[in-house]
T-cell receptor, first 114, second 113 residues
């Protein structure tokens, strides 16, 4: 089955700086890669996703890059703000291969220092 | 904005008891999922449900677990004989399709004592 590794487990950055979170996956057939933000005690919420036919996707301060050859994808947050503080999870899924469930990474606790 | 709703928000049960966690997925969604998250750990896939049957299940989803869509709106997860290690946050999710965003409910915190 799919295995997703996520680094770092904790990331502390100064407000206004950029944050980068990296994930690798094992199943080369995976084709859908979402990123979820989870605030303490709340539900995971999708912030951005990318499919395997695209190398990069951007939405305002958030961007995701995908390297299919290396089987890794990264989340980039620019101009970080205090409300960006949360746990971020990457995930992967092979949508066409009978694997319905998302396989999540272990999460990155992002701390924005004022 | 439509959302996935779950009840109850918190359930405390004695070891060995049966529990049913309830979910109302978003109305036009076709895929339904259950995930669990043990405190401080990652979200883990349990089961997916499509066209009134289980589409995929993980190793965690053993014989003590079952899912059901008893009517057109509810989607339930039953744990037949709860164990201490079943204590976790259980999230229901739904999506329009497999390559589409999975929307998560707010979760049910299950505590087995």
């Amino acid at each position: 089955g799919e295995n997703v590794e996520q680094h770092p487990s904790t990331l502390s950055v100064q407000e206004g700086d950029s944050a980068v979170i990296k994930c690798t996956y094992s199943d080369s057939a995976s084709n859908y890669f979402p990123w979820y933000k989870q605030e303490l005690g709340k539900r995971p919420q999708l912030i951005i996703d990318i499919r395997s036919n695209v190398g990069e996707k951007k939405d305002q301060r958030i961007a995701v890059t995908l390297n299919k050859t290396a089987k890794h994808f990264s989340l980039h947050i620019t101009e970080t703000q205090p409300e960006d503080s949360a746990v971020y999870f990457c995930a992967a899924r092979n949508s066409g291969g009978g694997a319905d469930g998302l396989t999540f990474g272990k999460g990155t606790h992002l701390i924005i220092q004022p | 904005e439509p959302e996935v709703t779950q009840t109850p928000s918190h359930q405390v049960t004695q070891m060995g008891q049966e529990v049913i966690l309830r979910c109302v997925p978003i109305s036009n969604h076709l895929y339904f999922y259950w995930y669990r998250q043990i405190l401080g750990q990652k979200v883990e896939f349990l089961v997916s449900f499509y066209n009134n049957e289980i589409s995929e299940k993980s190793e965690i989803f053993d014989d003590q677990f079952s899912v059901e869509r008893p009517d057109g709106s509810n989607f339930t997860l039953k744990i037949r004989s709860t164990k201490l290690e079943d204590s976790a946050m259980y999230f229901c999710a739904s999506s329009v399709g497999l390559s589409h965003e999975a929307f998560f409910g707010q979760g049910t915190r299950l505590t087995v004592v």
